[in-house]
């Protein structure tokens, strides 16, 4: 198969909306000190927004007893970049954190943290409501993330993860920074309630075997938590996805709460034969009764041995329904759940670009399109397309809608050469086709083209000669 694109457009997914800017008191700030000193007279209700550019941190930025406060960029997450000294330097300056917040309704939003020794974003005792929007953390040298707990029943409740991107750049700690070598999550709660993480992307969360913790969730909600839900997530190249709970404690480690309309994808060879071994699963249920995990789409390529685990006795009343991955769903010590429209035998080829974490469904994904009824809990799929689309409801994250017919936006000869411009939808593939006779009794094809992205693609007919009449249309292969 041929691929050529000319051209391709972002989708709204890639630049979320700008939040309005709201805010008792506007503080602006352009340099790093203009910044401290911010934070060193900050008041309840404050949004410190930040002038595009990078910002050597020289202190943690410390919300401390102060409700209400937004740290901001304008729009975007990477036009103002907050850069802390390295997440494997021990000289870190004591500069071990991003964001420090023990108060309520801490939010940040449309910049970058990176590069720091400790956590990206901490919440201690006294947080509640924090919201992270369209930030993007890279490189930290512990958990992302971190949402402690006042004490074994009170933590930090009603936090929101969305449209963020957490990930390392080349690679995880490769230091023992007090916990052994390679302690990271993308979050880690600890009784934690009502917790939402959406349509964040978490990628290269992965340790090298040598590492301490060969198996990270990304997500990991436990120490008695609470009805979380985690959706429309991409996870890629990650030791795992999720885990609800983790400890098989007397009282549940979790529970309730929803995984659904996630993507996750592994490259092949992502895990040596060892580690898959001792994989278990790439989302976890363990220890948490009434949490559902429904119409995930998981691409694994034989580096885990199980898709989906829900494991220990209490483990019970859950269900896991209509998702599509490429291993099955596993039960384990006496944990019980339903089980329903499972499917585990996924193809790459049934996904638009797996590579980059794109798992929406190709038309030749027949086996996962149109296959089961739509499920009243999970209504709309990974994009916001209702379900079902057509005659039922597909398999996985995405639900398929049909495209639209291509259109023609421009035709020209350019030497020998007449090339055919037109709209294209992402994952479909295109056909250009001509005759010298309508009606015509067969179209000739040339090498088809399959689109990547949305947006404008070209076909050229190569060394052809002008000929009148002749005959061309763009063929949607369905
Ligand atoms: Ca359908
Ligand atoms: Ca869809």
């Not at 630049?15 to 800017?21: A, F």
């Not at 960029?73 to 021990?90: F, H, I, K, Q, T």
């Not at 209702?386 to 020209?412: F, M, Y």
């Not at 030497?415 to 010298?436: I, R």
Request: with cysteine; hydrophobic share 40%.
């Amino acid at each position: 198969m041929l691929f050529i694109g000319l051209w391709s457009r972002l989708t709204a997914a890639d630049v979320p909306p700008t939040l309005p800017l709201t805010g008792d008191r506007i503080v602006r700030v352009g340099s790093e000190p203009e910044l401290q000193t911010a934070m060193s007279d900050l008041r309840h209700g404050d949004t410190v927004l930040l002038a595009d550019g990078t910002y050597a941190l020289t202190a943690s930025l410390y919300v401390n007893q102060r409700n209400n406060v937004t740290i901001r960029g304008e729009s975007g997450s990477s036009n103002v970049v907050l850069r802390a000294r390295g997440m494997d330097n021990p000289n870190h300056g004591g500069v071990l954190f991003g964001l420090w917040s023990n108060s309520t309704n801490t939010t940040l939003a449309h910049l970058t943290i990176r590069d720091t020794y400790d956590n990206a974003v901490i919440f201690n005792a006294g947080a509640q409501s924090p919201r992270l929007y369209s930030v993007q953390l890279l490189n930290a040298g512990s958990q992302f993330i971190k949402a402690n707990s006042t004490d074994a029943t009170q933590g930090v409740n009603d936090g929101r993860v969305e449209l963020c991107r957490i990930e390392y750049l080349a690679g995880p700690p490769a230091t023992d920074h007090g916990a052994g070598v390679g302690y990271f999550n993308g979050i880690s709660a600890h009784a934690a309630r009502r917790w939402t993480l959406r349509g964040n992307l978490f990628k290269n969360l992965h340790n090298p075997d040598a590492a301490d913790y060969p198996w990270n969730p990304a997500i990991l909600m436990w120490r008695r938590s609470s009805d979380t839900v985690v959706e429309g997530n991409t996870f890629i190249n990650v030791d795992r996805a999720v885990a609800f709970g983790l400890e098989n404690t007397a009282i549940p480690d979790h529970s309730g709460g929803a995984i659904r309309n996630n993507f996750v994808y592994l490259e092949p060879g992502l895990m040596t034969p060892a580690r898959t071994a001792s994989s278990d699963a790439t989302i976890l249920a363990w220890n948490t009764p009434d949490t559902t995990i429904d119409h995930n789409t998981l691409l694994l390529n034989s580096n885990v041995t199980f898709a989906i685990q829900f494991r220990f006795s209490q483990t019970r009343d859950g269900a896991a329904r209509h998702n599509l991955a490429d291993a099955p769903v596993h039960l384990r010590d006496n944990a019980t759940a339903l089980l329903a429209n499972n499917r585990s035998n996924a193809r790459p080829e049934w996904f638009v670009n797996p590579s980059h974490g794109d798992l929406h469904l190709r038309p030749a994904a027949v086996d996962a399109i149109d296959q089961v009824p739509a499920l009243e809990e999970v209504p709309i799929d990974f994009d916001g397309h209702t379900r079902p689309q057509g005659s039922n409801a597909d398999l996985g994250a995405d639900e398929w809608v049909p495209p639209p017919r291509p259109r023609i936006t421009s035709a020209d000869f350019h030497g020998p050469h007449f090339t055919v411009v037109f709209d294209a939808s992402a994952g479909n593939t295109y056909y250009l086709e001509h005759t010298d006779n309508l009606p015509a009794d067969a179209w000739s094809s040339l090498d088809p083209l399959f689109a990547l992205a949305d947006g404008l693609m070209a076909l050229t007919h190569s060394n052809t000669l002008p000929q009148s009449p002749r005959f061309y249309r763009v063929h949607l292969d369905q």
